[in-house]
């Protein structure tokens, strides 16, 4: 049975690297990328259980991210994860109304933020 | 000759070898299965998801409000698949079915006392209401009204391109702007969130509705929503207790928003009351024609206007409002705007009636009654409306409920707040000894006796549902229950260890009013106070503390379970409100809350791999990750946030 791929979308390198480590110490298989272009050019060749999503990124932040992967069939049910430092309510708001599956705050316990990996993969085998 | 009947010959055979090969390829097709767009609900959104995949369907949205996922299955997989959890379709609907024109002459913001309030400085200042609706436009008489919008559909934008929301919008909140002043909705100063649930034809279905209304209750916390108007019919089959779109408005009820729902367009006969309007929870608003004149006594009630009782033998509609010929905001170029072009009113406006419109306004009378009584919370609200209507002549209870709304006076009323239904009786409790009335904790102004009455009111409206729920995703025949034992274990199992934790953990230090408003729950706060390792390692997970507390074996061997939990009669309804669903601290606010922290408190978390003492060790709590953990902590902590 292959590892759960999840992709991870953050411009901020020592961040990034500290996402991807964690889930790959965890046993999922983890592709970091650093903005959302990447990531829209990643999803036409690979089709990941899980994306997590950073917010303020330079070229395409992560709402246009999370409103061009709901408008695409291919796309549209890929549970995404936004993990963000806009914790404000209008912020909080555009993320679930946008369509993602949980909207998370930096700074983050990496503990919290295993939990909800896990559950939103539930169904997918660890 | 021969050449004929040999075309003749091979054109037969052509037909039978396509015959043979209809019959050979059909049963691929039986075996793939048509899909179907269903609602699949478990104990939570997790497990419907893992349900829902085991059966080879994929999800489509999940749906935390109501436990479930929006789904789409193998049709030949759906007895399996409602086996393990309740399974309905995910059956379109449609906005009330409105007419548009009619006489000019409107007087509703004076029929419904809005007037005399405006007058004295209410106007709905500091009150937000969700519109779960078609979207609305961007007209001047809602410019600055609208504080948050979303939309479900598959149409690009929240705009309003149907018609229906912005009429709706207009009539709760419009301010006028492009009439100085002369059609103005009932609560010009109240505030918008809009969620459009439906596009250009109007029609939508009950995933995208229930995603709307998911987007309410989470509005409810971040913009602090109060009231919530929802004019759709549903058309459901279901009785409330069985119908998932009333568990997800009896959910936002208990939140603290007022839902406002329509009595329907299908009288005048007895028991047309629509779907979700038939809920007793919600405030259900039946139509009257104003008459054009501010008084009340002259109103007729429409004749399109749904009549009681509900097909569930419930009293409705509550109370009655305006609903013809209102004169309301107009959406350029949206479909009713094109197909009723002989219903404008000037530039900017529009003339309608419907159940809709008196729900709106109805919606608008409580944004009022908010506005000058922020305090009272929706039993409260749908009370005082209630107590101080209007009866009229041409009514009765059947056709108006109390009478028709008056906001004036329910913002003036000072005498004891109505009588609400009691609380059920709880009797001993023995499975929760940490909780109940008289322990200490609540608001300490005991049992059966303001607001902890109106609060056991929604509890008990929750504990309808929740053992509804029970039943009907199991349906305890005899010849199945041997089948489904195992899994139905399960899944209470995952519940009770949920119930069981939440009340021994949380009771006395937890569970004050103030510690569960409703940002307490935010998902935020709940995994930075709950979930961090060093509370779990260090105080909650020693095996003294865990055997100890949480799985004596004594409650959780087989025998025991099965002797205490699944006896038939702990299962009737009476017991199961009376015994397990009664105590404040499941009440719909807290199920609920946890659903919106559904990730978290995922079946997954409570699944016996998960809490099996030897997983949590093998799997999580292993020194090597720990420490890895820990040192990645400290380079992120070197490096910073970006």
């Known amino acids: 049975m292959s590892r759960p791929r999840i992709f991870v979308v953050d411009d901020n390198a020592p961040t990034r690297t500290l996402i991807h480590d964690t889930l790959e110490l965890e046993g999922y298989e983890v592709l970091s990328l650093s903005d959302g272009r990447a990531l829209i050019a990643a999803l036409e060749r690979m089709t990941p259980e899980l994306v997590i999503l950073d917010v303020m990124m330079p070229r395409m932040d992560g709402f246009e991210v999370l409103k061009t992967m709901r408008n695409d069939e291919r796309t549209r049910y890929i549970p995404v994860l936004m993990l963000t430092a806009l914790d404000d309510p209008s912020s909080t708001w555009k993320g679930w109304s946008g369509g993602c599956d949980y909207y998370m705050n930096k700074p983050f316990d990496t503990e919290d933020l295993l939990a909800v990996v896990g559950n939103l993969l539930a169904g997918v085998p660890a | 000759m021969t050449l004929h009947r040999d075309g003749k010959a091979r054109t037969v055979t052509a037909v039978v070898v396509a015959f043979l090969l209809a019959l050979t390829t059909a049963p691929a097709v039986e075996a793939v299965g048509r899909l179907v767009d269903v609602i699949v609900i478990g104990a939570d959104a997790g497990s419907a998801a893992e349900m829902t995949e085991r059966v080879g369907g994929s999800v489509e949205r999940s749906l935390p409000i109501v436990g479930g996922v929006d789904a789409r299955v193998p049709e030949n997989r759906l007895e399996q698949l409602s086996r393990i959890a309740y399974v309905v379709p995910d059956r379109p609907m449609g906005l009330l079915s409105e007419s548009y024109g009619g006489s000019l002459v409107t007087a509703y913001p004076h029929e419904v006392g809005a007037t005399a309030l405006w007058a004295g400085g209410i106007t709905g200042e500091g009150v937000r209401v969700a519109l779960v609706d078609t979207g609305v436009a961007d007209v001047p008489d809602l410019a600055g009204r609208v504080v948050a919008s979303a939309n479900v559909t598959r149409e690009d934008d929240a705009t309003d391109t149907y018609g229906h929301g912005t009429f709706q919008a207009g009539l709760i909140a419009g301010t006028g702007a492009?009439?100085?002043?002369?059609?103005?909705?009932?609560?010009?100063?109240?505030?918008?969130?809009?969620?459009?649930?439906?596009?250009?034809?109007?029609?939508?279905?009950?995933?995208?509705?229930?995603?709307?209304?998911?987007?309410?209750?989470?509005?409810?916390?971040?913009?602090?929503?109060?009231?919530?108007?929802?004019?759709?019919?549903?058309?459901?089959?279901?009785?409330?207790?069985?119908?998932?779109?009333?568990?997800?408005?009896?959910?936002?009820?208990?939140?603290?928003?007022?839902?406002?729902?329509?009595?329907?367009?299908?009288?005048?006969?007895?028991?047309?009351?629509?779907?979700?309007?038939?809920?007793?929870?919600?405030?259900?608003?039946?139509?009257?024609?104003?008459?054009?004149?501010?008084?009340?006594?002259?109103?007729?009630?429409?004749?399109?206007?749904?009549?009681?009782?509900?097909?569930?033998?419930?009293?409705?509609?509550?109370?009655?409002?305006?609903?013809?010929?209102?004169?309301?905001?107009?959406?350029?170029?949206?479909?009713?705007?094109?197909?009723?072009?002989?219903?404008?009113?000037?530039?900017?406006?529009?003339?309608?009636?419907?159940?809709?419109?008196?729900?709106?306004?109805?919606?608008?009378?409580?944004?009022?009654?908010?506005?000058?009584?922020?305090?009272?919370?929706?039993?409260?609200?749908?009370?005082?409306?209630?107590?101080?209507?209007?009866?009229?002549?041409?009514?009765?209870?059947?056709?108006?409920?109390?009478?028709?709304?008056?906001?004036a006076a329910a913002a003036g009323f000072d005498g004891d707040l109505p009588e609400l239904p009691d609380a059920p009786d709880l009797g001993d409790d023995d499975m929760f000894p940490g909780r109940g009335p008289g322990n200490g904790q609540g608001n300490g102004q005991g049992n059966g006796q303001g607001w902890d009455a109106r609060?056991?009111?929604?509890?008990?409206?929750?504990?309808?549902?929740?053992?509804?729920?029970?039943?009907?995703?199991?349906?305890?025949?005899?010849?199945?229950?041997?089948?489904?034992?195992?899994?139905?274990?399960?899944?209470?199992?995952?519940?009770?260890?949920?119930?069981?934790?939440?009340?021994?953990?949380?009771?006395?230090?937890?569970?004050?009013?103030?510690?569960?408003?409703?940002?307490?729950?935010?998902?935020?706060?709940?995994?930075?106070?709950?979930?961090?390792?060093?509370?779990?390692?260090?105080?909650?997970?020693?095996?003294?503390?865990?055997?100890?507390?949480?799985?004596?074996?004594?409650?959780?061997?087989?025998?025991?379970?099965?002797?205490?939990?699944?006896?038939?009669?702990?299962?009737?309804?009476?017991?199961?409100?009376?015994?397990?669903?009664?105590?404040?601290?499941?009440?719909?606010?807290?199920?609920?809350?946890?659903?919106?922290?559904?990730?978290?408190?995922?079946?997954?978390?409570?699944?016996?791999?998960?809490?099996?003492?030897?997983?949590?060790?093998?799997?999580?709590?292993?020194?090597?990750?720990?420490?890895?953990?820990?040192?990645?902590?400290?380079?992120?902590?070197?490096?910073?946030?970006?």
């Open chain 2, 178 to 407: 492009a009439s100085d002043g002369r059609y103005v909705g009932v609560a010009p100063g109240a505030e918008l969130v809009s969620i459009k649930v439906a596009g250009a034809d109007g029609s939508t279905s009950l995933g995208q509705v229930l995603a709307g209304v998911q987007l309410v209750d989470m509005a409810a916390e971040l913009y602090d929503v109060r009231v919530m108007l929802l004019a759709i019919d549903s058309q459901s089959p279901l009785p409330p207790d069985l119908d998932p779109l009333s568990w997800a408005l009896r959910t936002v009820w208990s939140h603290g928003v007022v839902v406002v729902v329509p009595a329907g367009n299908d009288g005048p006969d007895e028991v047309t009351i629509t779907s979700p309007g038939e809920d007793p929870m919600l405030l259900t608003a039946g139509s009257v024609d104003d008459m054009g004149t501010p008084e009340v006594d002259d109103d007729l009630v429409s004749e399109f206007s749904g009549r009681g009782p509900t097909r569930w033998g419930d009293p409705k509609p509550d109370l009655a409002a305006p609903g013809e010929h209102l004169v309301s905001l107009r959406a350029p170029g949206s479909t009713v705007d094109a197909e009723n072009a002989s219903a404008r009113v000037e530039d900017a406006y529009f003339k309608g009636s419907g159940t809709s419109m008196s729900a709106a306004v109805t919606a608008g009378a409580a944004a009022l009654l908010l506005s000058a009584r922020p305090e009272l919370n929706p039993d409260e609200v749908k009370a005082l409306l209630m107590a101080t209507a209007t009866g009229i002549a041409d009514g009765d209870a059947a056709s108006m409920g109390a009478g028709v709304v008056e906001a």
């Open chain 2, 455 to 642: 609060r056991w009111d929604a509890d008990e409206w929750n504990a309808r549902q929740w053992a509804a729920r029970q039943w009907a995703a199991r349906q305890w025949t005899e010849d199945v229950w041997g089948a489904r034992q195992w899994a139905a274990r399960q899944w209470a199992a995952r519940q009770w260890a949920a119930r069981q934790w939440a009340a021994r953990q949380w009771s006395a230090r937890q569970w004050s009013d103030e510690r569960w408003a409703a940002r307490q729950w935010t998902a935020r706060q709940w995994a930075a106070r709950q979930w961090t390792a060093r509370q779990w390692s260090a105080r909650q997970w020693s095996d003294d503390e865990w055997a100890a507390r949480q799985w004596s074996a004594r409650q959780w061997s087989d025998d025991e379970w099965t002797a205490r939990q699944w006896s038939a009669r702990q299962w009737s309804d009476d017991e199961w409100t009376a015994r397990q669903w009664s105590a404040r601290q499941w009440s719909a606010r807290q199920w609920s809350a946890r659903q919106w922290s559904a990730r978290q408190w995922s079946a997954r978390q409570w699944s016996a791999r998960q809490w099996s003492a030897d997983e949590w060790t093998a799997r999580q709590w292993s020194a090597r990750q720990w420490s890895a953990r820990q040192w990645l902590g400290r380079q992120w902590a070197d490096a910073g946030w970006g």
